[in-house]
């Protein structure tokens, strides 16, 4: 066995945290997608860590908007009523509306730009490479 076959099969020591980080492939079928069941029997318990959740795009800003939005909320709405139950459940019902709408809103804008991406690779490959070599530098 050579070393550099050896290097390919065993796990990178220089990058100890990428053996921790890996994604979990599912096969996806553009003509065919998932069904509801499918996506759950795929779920990994590995997949719901702290450490997994904090990499989803978009989720951090939004759980920060909406417990800013909740808390600000439970204390007005403590301020004016004198009741912690009422309080609790306008914080948390503002909670979940404003985390929900901005994390739907950042997916929408991820799209956006992802589309826009995807158009502009797509025009520079009909271009094909002579348009890449005519492009000032």
């Not at 079928?29 to 989803?56: G, Q, Y």
């Not at 939004?62 to 609790?88: D, E, N």
């Not at 950042?106 to 070599?133: I, W």
Request: hydrophobic share 40%.
């Amino acid at each position: 066995m050579s070393p550099d076959s050896a290097a390919a099969e065993s796990p990178s020591t220089e990058n100890p945290s990428a053996e921790r980080h890996s994604t979990v492939q599912v096969p996806f079928d553009p003509a065919k997608p998932p069904t509801t069941i499918d996506v759950l029997k795929n779920l990994k318990v590995e997949e719901f860590k702290p450490d997994n959740l904090s990499r989803l795009p978009c989720l951090k800003k939004s759980m920060l908007y909406g417990l800013a939005a909740g808390s600000s909320m439970g204390l007005v709405r403590f301020a004016v009523k004198r009741s912690p139950r009422s309080a609790g459940d306008w914080a948390m019902a503002t909670f979940a509306v404003v985390a929900v709408s901005s994390w739907e809103f950042c997916r929408f804008q991820r799209r956006l730009v992802q589309k826009q991406m995807d158009a502009l690779v797509n025009t520079n490959e009909a271009e094909g490479p002579s348009a890449a070599k005519s492009m000032p530098q």
